[in-house]
């Protein structure tokens, strides 16, 4: 396979969008869009971790033995987001603490392991590197969508600025359940838009 | 024996050995930032109890700490802070507090005059409550609910004209008022001993 850039880009934030599209990450959609700042921060460590961790699967896909390949992108993919852990914990520390666990629960984010196990595998190093930076990038923006909304209606404050509007706050929006609806409401637009094989309708 | 069992071995091993080092390096690299980000976090919380100003910095923080705190050395575990004034006349206490809220562990300290009348202010270490509802409790205006609050030995407070919980937070709001009537319960008591010696 030799995608080009493009391609992956526009595979990985449009037609293939991880959490729209493949349905993957959502425990960490739910979790951390209530802030946008905390879905910012999320976003990306997850991008560089992603992107990180499917180039040097793909740089050892030829020397990783078969039987334990998902065990040794497991070992890549945590000892890349420790470093997160441990650069956010030395140097900002405010955001380590807002983020609290889920920094940690990144190892446990299906996108990363599923692009490593799709392309990384199967791909040159390079290509890999965007294949996973712009899942993350696509991971990101739903991220960022969900948490507008919910940061808006809910605290009626934008990454932490008040708005000034006089509004009676959804508090509804700041309990987990409604990252799962505005989430389905948005898998629904875009299954409007394209069929299951990402082709437009 | 390219793909064989002495090939998977070894390469587990080569790569296992290759990421640790790697994460310990960075370890120990950043280890004494980590701690003291957590000192500091610490003493910003005693301060804020004890209704100290400081400014921005960390520096402010450890000058503030280091000319207005004193550890209280005795078998309380050092859970006990003094404030002094400019002669070293200890003038309040800050006491460390862990207690169950809905989720995990809320820890913080709880200052008290010297005469153990009035509570003088309460700030977490820590607390994984419900963000943007139980973690309101975070929030200056509950907080401040408990600044100059008079206290008894022995008398529990509740919800009242003063003390007010927060909609939507009921178990973290209650969680926060345990912890107080322990205090008032325990550490009074404790205080009070030390008042004497």
Known sequence: ?201 | MKKGYSYTILFAFIISLFFSAILGGLNTFYKEEILENTLIYEKRAILDSLGIEYGDTSQSIEEMFDDNIRQLETMTDNRIYEMIDGDGAVVAYSVKFTGKGLWGTIAGYIGIDRELEHIIALQYTEQNETPGLGGRIADDEFRNQFNNLPVVQDRMIDYDDDIQAITGATSSSSAVLDIVNRFIKNDLKILGELKYE
């Open chain 1, 1 to 201: 396979m030799n995608d080009s850039i493009k391609t992956v880009l526009y595979r990985n934030i449009f037609r293939e969008n991880p959490v729209i599209r493949q349905i993957l990450g959502i425990c960490s959609a739910l979790a951390v869009t209530g802030l946008m700042s905390n879905s910012l921060v999320m976003g990306l460590g997850l991008i560089f971790v992603t992107s990180l961790s499917s180039f040097t699967i793909s740089l050892l896909r030829d020397f990783i033995p078969h039987r334990i390949r998902m065990i040794v992108q497991t070992l890549i993919i945590a000892s890349y987001v420790i470093m997160v852990d441990i650069f956010l914990k030395a140097v900002f520390p405010e955001i380590s603490r807002a983020l609290g666990p889920y920094v940690g629960l990144i190892i446990t984010n299906c996108i990363i392991m599923g692009r490593a196990e799709a392309f990384a595998q199967n791909n040159r190093p390079v290509i890999s590197f965007f294949d996973g930076m712009f899942a993350g990038i696509g991971y990101t923006i739903v991220l960022l969508i969900v948490s507008f909304i919910r940061e808006f209606l809910g605290f009626g404050t934008l990454f932490g600025i008040s708005l000034n509007l006089e509004f009676t706050r959804w508090t509804f929006m700041i309990m987990p359940p409604a990252a799962f609806f505005i989430i389905g409401i948005l898998i629904w637009i875009s299954s409007n838009y394209m069929d299951y094989r990402g082709r437009a309708k």
